[in-house]
């Protein structure tokens, strides 16, 4: 029983854990409701449904004909709203951002309930609730550049005001040593780095980005530059927050691999000089994983299950092989029989002409000065 017990602890805390995470990156949805000739609608019927869980939330317009609708993960939302002696309106494919109030109005024609009036997409686009300056990176953006290095997080330098260290052609698959972003010249400790709003930066020290997300598995990018609200706090310069993807009412999944391989590539100019580097560094690179999501659910369950319980994994791997090499200088073949003479004349190891001393024949044994040996050339003895 008390196993029992410190299960069901455990569950419940990690369950309210995962949603105080949430919350940072989490929207709202209102606006007003009208009839034809600009008067408000109040008492009106708005359902709020999430288009990929099919979640749905319900509620009313106020007095003043306004409804919201708070604490709506970042998803497309298709709003209907219906009120006696109106037609019902349904505005589809809305899509609310991470930490982004929405602001969708609704004029409501005259007739019968059992008529439709249908809109797409009709939530303005400027936020107007908020002034926070931010840019959003779709997860189809990202899927859809040529990111070397498949790494998501320098989607970032497409927004106006980001400035970074490195840059996408830098085939990264790791951020390196610190923060590589600059944010309206904020310097780089400054800049906030999160993934589904947990900080993914060491809170100590140089402030390093210690994780990102994979390619695949990142829904969205999103970037807030300036005047953010105090809830995004911990940065004087800006955010960079990953928002991953999550499960939804159906199946999906993907498999990918990605390869580079010397014997595709072109040798540099710099190894085609020396006929010892004549030919491509060497380097084999395997990137490959894939993802699945879709809701907890089997054949001869509830259906609603399809509604209430979804997950989403995602696995990434990365196999790198390279042949890595260094330019020395090594002793010529008369050195290495204690012939120096090379030393007396100019030679590529020092500048100027440098002699060889018998040790036998300094001060430390009584001479008073040392002697060098003849031709700088060790005596076989």
């Known amino acids: 029983m008390r196993l029992v017990r410190g299960l069901r602890a455990l569950l419940v805390c990690a369950i309210f854990t995962a949603i ?14 009208r009839d034809p000739s600009g008067g408000v609608i109040p008492k009106s019927r ?27 993960p970042p998803s497309f939302y298709k709003v209907t709203i219906e009120a006696a002696g109106f037609k019902k309106f349904e ?14 109005d609704a004029t ?15 939530a303005a686009v400027l936020q107007t609730e908020s002034s926070a300056v931010q840019d959003e990176v779709s997860g189809q953006q990202v899927s859809m550049q040529e990111l070397n290095g498949r790494n998501p997080i320098y989607i970032a330098q497409l927004i106006p005001g980001m400035v970074s260290s490195s840059t996408m052609g830098d085939f990264n698959f790791s951020t390196g040593a610190g923060n590589p972003f600059y944010v309206n010249g904020a310097r780089q400790q ?27 598995a990142t829904d969205e990018v999103q970037v807030l530059t300036a005047d953010y609200q105090a809830e995004y706090g911990r940065a004087a310069g800006g955010q960079i927050r990953m928002i991953s993807k999550s499960g939804t009412s159906d199946f999906h999944g993907s498999l990918y691999e990605y390869l580079r391989n010397s ?23 395997n990137n490959f994983g894939g993802t699945v999501g879709g809701p907890v659910w089997a054949p001869g369950l509830n259906p609603k299950l399809r509604q209430k319980l979804f997950f989403f994994v995602a696995l990434d791997y990365i196999r790198y092989r390279y042949l890595d ?13 204690g012939n120096f003479s090379e030393l ?37 003895s």
């Open 20 to 33: 105080a995470m949430a919350q940072t990156d989490v929207g709202s949805l209102g606006g007003f409701v």
């Open 108 to 122: 409501l024609t005259v007739g019968a309930a059992t008529e439709v009036v249908e809109v797409s997409a009709t």
């Open 325 to 337: 090499y260094n330019t020395l200088a090594v002793p010529t073949l008369l050195m290495r029989q």
């Open 46 to 72: 708005v359902v709020i449904r999430n288009e990929a869980t099919g979640e749905e939330h319900l509620t009313t317009t106020n007095e003043a004909g306004y409804y919201t609708v708070t604490n709506l």
């Open 344 to 380: 007396l004349g100019s030679n590529p190891f020092y500048s100027g002409s440098h002699v060889i001393y018998d040790p036998r024949t300094c001060p430390s044994t009584g001479a008073s000065t040392c002697t060098p040996l003849p031709g700088i050339i060790i005596p076989v």
């Open 263 to 285: 014997d595709m590539n072109a040798n540099t100019w710099t190894r085609n000089q020396s006929t010892l580097t004549n030919f491509t560094q060497p380097v084999v690179y």
């Open 190 to 216: 400054d800049t906030l780095v999160t993934i589904d709003g947990a900080p993914a930066m060491r809170t100590r020290a140089n402030g390093a980005v210690i994780g990102v997300a994979n390619v695949d």
């Open 91 to 104: 505005s589809s494919h809305n899509r609310l951002d991470p930490s982004t109030s929405l602001s969708l």
